[in-house]
């Protein structure tokens, strides 16, 4: 089913002050109004406004679900995050070489990291998706003069952990000065090819071949060498100037890399016969800040050394510096590390809304201008809108803006039957859009209207400011309430759901609405293996949900289909690598784990409702209330074909 089945012409006046649509409309989307809005919290969020020809779906015949109707105003979820920087950000690339931001593409390799905390290590990853945004910028600033232009959302790496530069929620760690980054530091500006530039490689090409240990060589360098030649005549090049300039050191140790070096991973050696001709290479390497030492003793035959520090910064910065691309790299398994540095003085708001640019990598990081960054992580959805498979779900909302007057004209309808009708059952109906749309409180008047049954399921606190219209509708009607808490764990939240309320939020939302006299179920998913699943996470998790006053407790365990498998499993081998080989073995059967382990779970979460005295649902009681989608990958849940499943982790 596509969108262009059920849109209806536009022609509601209350968008007459909309931004007209930008072109192309996905392909899908034919006659949508496009908003944005200039507030922290939608930054960079793009918003399909359409008045849709359908609002109530049936769910087919073939899908387990054990529901038959549902209504879904919106489409992809505003509960995630976006993550952005300036499009000439430099990002390292795989080989050692750098890209700006805004060129890089899919399926290219870049360095990312994997591990926790001291042991992250550096490893090769690929550019899963790449796109642009325009969000207001802020300029951090390092110690070592680094600047880098980024959203206010997007995150680095530092010794508290990741910190956003300036969150819109307030539950987000905020990037402060006097925070320390990860990373390599500041990325050497690349060479010019100047005259001098051009007279020094040719100076350290061929003086370099003459001395060469292993004899001349052919290959790139000298054709490179030879279209100097055109500019510099070769005899004012091979003078030893008297006071050579830095491009000259640059030119002069490319070109004696052309000549007489190699690399092996993160080792730089020069050797030749000639002393002298490696004393020019010394001091070139000292000129540009580059250590190095000479082994003492020669190698058999005379021949001599010189070494360039074996460590990452150097072996990156003489890349840069030099401009060798010939020179391989390979940095895997390499430490992270952090010095004085890279030390945050300053974090400036701009003023501006500028151009920024974001990718989803294998690990979930990249190294932008020498810092580990965050990215946003890619899910298969929306593609059946003819959205991208990354950064859409996020922040490309359709949004059915006449959903309330639509719920009440199908329900007047003679054919309808009056059955009960499921929401939140592919995205969170009271997400962070909802507060702006405010498309709830018509849906539900209506249903109050027709005194026909519903249910909610949700992790959205804003379902409070809809109390007043709960209540009335549960007087003239059958109303289930479910939230979704699949653990209490703080740094796991902020991990997995950092675009959600708490779960301690959502818990003192379950209990004003039980005060309020409604019997409101929580569906405890997901429960993470090897994470959330631990005796003492259940027991703490249960224990806060009957003490919220819910009326019963359904456990669902992590279930990863198609595009959430890729996040998390992205998430995990960053965060938890020790897990992946478990999640492998858990996971190699499906998106479900064993059935042996799914029941393991269920019944530890049953002896702990037992404890607290709280009931636990049968899945098909729970199921009539607390269905939900993992990710966001059907345009209704008329076309979901899969078992039930636990709201998106963003």
Sequence with gaps: MRWSHLSAPTGDASLLDAAPAASPLPLALPGATVRTFDTPGFAGMTFYEIRAKSIINRVTGASRVPFQWTVNPYRGCSHACSYCLSGDTPILMADGSTRPLSQLRVGDAVLGTMGAGPHRRYVSTTVLAQWPTSKPAFRVTLADGTRLVASGDHQFLTDRGWRHVSPAEPHQPALAVGDRMSGVGHFADPPKESPGYKAGYLCGLVRGDASAADGPREGDAWIRGDAYLDDIPLHEALRWPEAASSDWHR????????????????????????????????????????????????????????????????????????????????????????????????????????????????????????????????????????????????????????????????????????????MGTNVDVYQRAEGR?????????????????????????????????????????????????????????????????????????????????????????????????????????????????ATSVTPLPLHLRPGAREWYAAWLTREHPDLAPRYRELFRGGSYLPQSTQNEIAARVRLAARRYGLHRASPQEARQVTVADETDTTLDAATSKEEPRQLTLL
């Design 251 to 422: 030119g002069f140790l490319a070109g004696a890399f052309g000549a007489t070096g190699s690399a092996d991973r993160l080792a730089i050696v020069f050797t030749s016969r000639d002393h002298g001709f490696l004393d020019r290479v010394t001091d070139a390497l000292t000129h540009l800040g580059l250590p190095s030492r000479r082994p003492p003793h020669p190698q058999l035959g005379g021949v001599h050394s010189v070494e360039v520090a074996r460590d990452l910064w150097a072996a990156l910065r003489f890349r840069h510096v030099t401009g060798v691309c010939e020179a391989p790299l390979d940095a895997s398994g390499v430490g992270v590390r952090s010095d004085a540095q890279l030390t945050v003085a300053d974090i400036e708001e701009l003023g501006l809304t500028l151009p920024l640019y974001d990718i989803t990598t294998g690990t979930g990081d990249f190294i932008a201008d020498g810092v580990v960054s965050h990215n946003c992580f890619a899910r298969n959805t929306h593609t059946y809108l003819d959205l991208d498979a990354g950064h859409d779900f996020d922040s490309k909302v359709v949004v059915k803006v006449n959903a309330g007057e639509l719920v009440r004209r199908e329900l007047a309808a003679p054919r309808w039957t009056g059955e009960p009708i499921a």
């Design 437 to 549: 749309y405010r498309l709830m409180p018509q849906i539900l008047a209506a249903l109050r209207d027709f005194a026909n049954p519903f249910s909610i399921l949700t992790k959205g606190t804003l379902i409070l400011r809809d109390l007043d219209l709960l209540r009335q509708a549960a007087e003239v009607t059958t109303v289930g309430l479910a939230f979704s808490v699949g653990f209490l764990n703080e740094a796991m939240w902020r991990a997995v759901e950092p675009g959600t309320p708490s779960p301690r939020r959502r818990l003192d939302a379950v209990r004003r609405l039980t005060d309020a006299g409604f019997s409101v179920s929580v569906l405890m998913a997901p429960i993470l293996p090897g994470l959330t699943d631990t005796d003492e996470s259940v027991e703490e998790t249960v224990q806060a949900i009957a003490a919220a006053g």
